[in-house]
């Protein structure tokens, strides 16, 4: 049977969309965009270098947690439970799955990719190629319904990285510091903790299966915030995207020599 826009009873258009804006260039524009930070991250986390200053204690969040003996003895700080990694695997193996998972799972970059990468559908209004549709009811799309439990595992790894700027405040040598690198360790910090809670599975979580609001006022409240957050999800993603790099970035620049962590307090 035909399927799509060539289903029986649907109605016959020849042309693939009636829209006159331009709109291929959302889907081009998330395509560059997401493809250019998945290979940033891909080299980065195969670099296994330039991911540790250990006068600042600046532990990139690609690296984060370092619990292998690969990693420099100051970024272990929960512990060393591997031996010795191989050359291409990740030190943060233990946790990139489950940030990889969150965000291939989350309602909006499902959006995001499944237009810019696989054109179902390219746009709004916008027919797609595809002649047959299955939904998320089959492997591999079935796995997008364990969001809410990839969003569990980022809520953790969040707290690893709230405590990765908690010692970015320890430098090496003084009981308190901080420089810009601890400023923008916690900008991204901050901004990761408002992706995940603007996630629609906390929201669900926080004030799903309530009959009736007045009788939970804090869940209620809780929601209401949640709720607001959520309404920039969309920005979060991206904002998210951006600040991870930055923080990479600025961290794989201090701990390589190129320049000297302007410092604040001590």
């Known amino acids: 049977m035909r399927a799509g826009v060539a289903a029986p009873g649907r109605a ?15 889907p081009v524009v998330t395509f560059v965009l997401l493809a250019g930070w998945v290979l940033y991250a891909t080299l980065r986390t195969v670099w296994q270098a330039a991911y540790f200053a250990p006068s600042e204690h ?8 370092c619990v292998t003996a690969s ?36 309602y909006y970059y499902r959006r995001s990719y499944y237009r810019a990468f696989w054109a ?3 746009a709004c209004a916008v027919a797609e190629p595809h002649t047959g549709y299955t939904g998320e009811t089959r492997f591999p799309l079935v796995m997008q319904n364990l969001h809410r439990y990839f969003w569990v595992a980022a809520g953790l790894i969040s707290v690893i990285n709230t405590w990765d700027v908690v010692q970015a405040f320890r430098p ?3 009981a308190f510091g901080f420089g810009l690198g601890t400023v923008v360790m916690l900008a991204n910090v901050v901004l990761l903790w408002a992706y995940t809670l603007s996630c629609h599975s906390c929201r669900h979580i926080v004030g ?5 609001f007045s009788r939970h006022p804090l869940r209620y409240r809780a929601w209401t915030l949640i709720s607001r957050l959520n309404a920039k999800h969309m920005q979060l ?6 600040t991870l790099m930055i923080t990479d970035g600025y961290i794989a620049l201090v701990a390589a020599g190129a320049f000297s962590d302007p410092r604040i307090v001590n």
């Open 12 to 26: 016959s258009i020849p042309a693939r969309t009636l829209r006159t804006d331009n709109w291929r260039r959302a």
């Open 237 to 242: 993603a991206w904002t998210t995207l951006a």
């Open 58 to 65: 600046y532990l990139s969040p690609f690296y984060s947690p």
């Open 71 to 106: 990693c420099e003895p100051g970024a272990r700080d929960f512990g060393t439970w591997f031996g010795h990694f191989p050359p291409i695997v990740p030190f943060a193996i233990v946790t990139l799955p489950f940030l990889l998972g969150f965000r291939l799972t989350c």
């Open 208 to 212: 799903g299966k309530l009959r009736t």
């Open 120 to 122: 179902s559908p390219p």
């Open 172 to 174: 090496e040598g003084h």
